[in-house]
Every structure is written in structure tokens, then in C-alpha cells.
């Protein structure tokens, strides 16, 4: 009885189950980064996104003050002043300290310590302390103390403004700019061009338009790799290598053919009766497109669009070839965060806030767009 028209399929939980577990590995990873971005690299280092909202323990090795802030008062000289302040650590509760690596957390908040030679030590748990001797401090460093504090959760736009400040040293600004100066003129253009050209496959007859056809299926499955080095060399004989034009050219190209298929599988369904009465009423084919089947094929051409543009956008392989600028003037953001990654490896709090800000902008494309993508995607298939 599954068989029958109209029942439900005994694996339809299987189906459910899949599609919730491609949702929670796509958003996992996403949540995570974009909690990240907002973290201290300190936090980052200590614990995962997931205890972001939690106090962290860590054992961090601060220093007192030099010996240059040393004062005399009844007889002995004395060094006061925060742990915290010294440096740019984030204030927290201390649980335990140590003045030596091999006992991180020997004493307890309030205890004082003798250091031989280098006098006694009383630390407090909000990370004031109190060295004093019977001798004058010799150095140029301060007393070296371990301590294992509670850091509260804490969150900032400094990296952003790092990453996108007008003063920014890591060009994720410009970069930005020049993304979408690839991006946009290599989503318009293709559509522009693959519209008329899927109308005429669609609706109008004329010799070898089975071969064209033929011919734009067997273009999809082209690795677009085997014709970077010639397009390269293409355009650099015909002045256009090494900058925007070259890029729009090779994005629309490499683009072209799932844009023509997609857009004439969706003009194809569309009423014949609308095409031929425009026609009867003496319509031409240029006003029967742009009055008629243009409209009806918004669906069609918003789901190319989102592909076009997650493509440009996310490319790397691409912008490598046809950008080539030793000055950064053309770099795009996918570029940039790979030269980031090279150059700061460590600075996590940059790369997760650089890497969020190459997603956000795709994410906001896709949701303001995916209710015509499976619109589009579906489009022919059922007549």
C-alpha cells in the first residue's frame, strides 16, 4: 500500500532526520564563527564559542610593578599597585597563585609569600598586591606571579573595527569593496546576455539551434580549469589581463552555460497561448521578451543570481589569475584572508571576524532570495 498515490513513505523520519542533521552542520560551524568574531584573542585561546557566555579559568603569568615604582615607608621598601593594571590583561577573581612554574596555584588569595632576597608577597583576590623588603629592589622586571583567574565572558567591536576601520592594517576594507566590484558586475552581466540568448533557444526557430543546445549541456561539465591559462593569455594579448574587465569576462563566461540552461528550461514552461497572441497582435520578438517573458521568469533569473553571485563571491581560483597586483589595489576578501592566514596565524579574533564578514553578505543574498531559488531550480521539470 506505500506504492499508492497519496500515502506517506515509511521513510519519511529518514528524510526528516537528514535534513535536520545538513541544517545543524551548516549552522554549527556558522553560529560559531560569528561568535568568535566578537571574542578577545585571549577568550579564544582559553575555550571554545560554546563557553563564550560562561567565566573561563585560566592560569596566566603576570608581573608586578619594575623596581622603579619602589617607595620607603617605616623602614622598608615597598611595591604596591593591581596585577591587572600592568599590561592589558582582562580583570577576574583569583583563585590561586604561585611565584614558581612548577606550582602555578601553591597559595590561596591573601596569603604572603617570602621570596628570600627578593622580599614577601601578599596577593589579593582582585589582584592587589603588596611587595616589600628590608633591602632596596635591584632590576630592571618585576616579580614574576602565576595566577589562576576566573576571566568573565566579555565581548567587543574592536575586531570589526580592526578588520573594517578606515585605519585598518589588515585591507579587509578595500578588499570588501574590491569583492563587490567583482561580484556585482559578474552577476549582471551573464544574466543580461544568457536571457536573450535562453529566450531564442526557447521560442524561436532557426538552423543548429539543437546543436546549440547540445552544446550548452555539454559546456556544463567543462572543468573551468582547463581554460584559465588560455583565457589568460587571451586577455593579455588583447590588453584586458591582470585587472576588473578580464575578471567580469572570465566570471561570465565560466557562468554562461548553466545561466542559458537554467533560464530557457524556465521559459520553455511558460504558456505558449501569452507568446503566440502577442505574436497574432503583432508583438515583436524584442517587445515579447522584455514586455512578456522577462516578468515571468523573475523566479528563474533570481535563483542564477544566487548562484552567480555565491560563486564570485566565495571564488578564489579565479581572482588569483585574472587579479594579479603586487600593490593590493585588487585583492578581494577571499585573497586577503588567505594572506592573513599566512601572516596571522595567531590572531584568531582577526580571522573569525574577517571570515564572518565574507559569509555575511552571501547569507543576506541567499535568504532575501531563496524563496525563488527552488522556484527556479524546478523550473521545466513538471509540464
Known amino acids: 500500500m506505500d506504492s499508492i498515490a497519496g500515502t506517506k513513505s515509511s521513510l519519511t523520519w529518514a528524510l526528516h532526520i537528514s535534513v535536520a542533521l545538513l541544517v545543524i552542520a551548516w549552522i554549527v560551524p556558522t553560529l560559531g564563527l560569528f561568535v568568535s568574531s566578537f571574542r578577545t584573542a585571549d577568550q579564544i585561546s582559553s575555550s571554545g564559542w560554546w563557553a563564550a557566555l560562561f567565566p573561563t579559568e585560566q592560569t596566566i603569568q603576570l608581573r608586578t610593578a619594575s623596581p622603579d615604582n619602589q617607595t620607603r615607608a617605616e623602614g622598608l621598601y615597598i611595591i604596591e599597585g593591581n596585577l591587572f593594571e600592568v599590561g592589558s590583561m582582562p580583570s577576574g577573581r583569583i583563585s590561586a597563585w604561585g611565584t614558581s612554574a612548577r606550582d602555578v596555584s601553591a597559595h590561596a588569595p591573601g596569603d604572603t609569600v617570602d621570596m628570600g632576597d627578593d622580599g614577601r608577597l601578599t596577593l589579593e583576590a582582585d589582584g592587589t598586591y ?84 547540445a552544446a550548452i549541456v555539454g559546456l556544463l561539465v567543462v572543468p573551468l580549469q582547463l581554460a584559465l591559462i588560455p583565457l589568460l593569455r587571451l586577455h593579455n594579448e ?74 564570485t563571491w566565495n571564488d578564489l581560483l579565479v581572482a588569483l589569475v585574472f587579479l594579479i597586483d603586487a600593490t593590493g589595489e585588487t585583492t578581494v576578501m577571499t585573497r586577503q584572508i588567505v594572506e592573513l592566514l599566512g601572516t596571522r596565524g595567531g590572531n584568531w579574533e582577526i580571522l573569525a571576524t574577517a571570515a564572518f564578514v565574507s559569509i555575511a553578505v552571501p547569507l543576506i543574498v541567499f535568504f532575501a532570495m531563496q524563496r525563488y531559488l527552488v522556484r527556479g531550480l524546478l523550473a521545466g521539470s513538471v509540464k
Open 130 to 213: 603588596r611587595l616589600e623588603n628590608d633591602e632596596e629592589f635591584a632590576g630592571r622586571r618585576g616579580e614574576r606571579v602565576f595566577v589562576t583567574v576566573a576571566i568573565l565572558p566579555e565581548f567587543t567591536l574592536d575586531n570589526y573595527y580592526q578588520v573594517l576601520g578606515p585605519n585598518n592594517r589588515e585591507g579587509m576594507a578595500k578588499a570588501f569593496f574590491n569583492t563587490l566590484t567583482v561580484t556585482i558586475p559578474a552577476t549582471i552581466i551573464p544574466i543580461l546576455v544568457a536571457a536573450f540568448a535562453a529566450y531564442a533557444l526557447a521560442w524561436m526557430d532557426f538552423p543548429g539551434r539543437a546543436l546549440l543546445i
Open 238 to 311: 588583447i590588453g584586458i589581463g591582470k585587472g576588473y574587465i578580464g575578471t567580469w569576462l572570465a566570471h561570465t563566461g565560466f557562468g554562461m552555460p548553466l545561466a542559458i540552461y537554467l533560464l530557457r528550461n524556465y521559459m520553455v514552461g511558460l504558456p505558449r497561448e501569452i507568446i503566440e497572441n502577442a505574436k497574432v497582435d503583432g508583438a515583436t520578438d524584442f517587445q515579447i521578451f522584455m514586455k512578456i517573458v522577462l516578468p515571468l521568469s523573475f523566479p528563474a533569473l533570481a535563483s542564477f543570481a544566487i548562484f552567480q553571485f555565491l560563486w
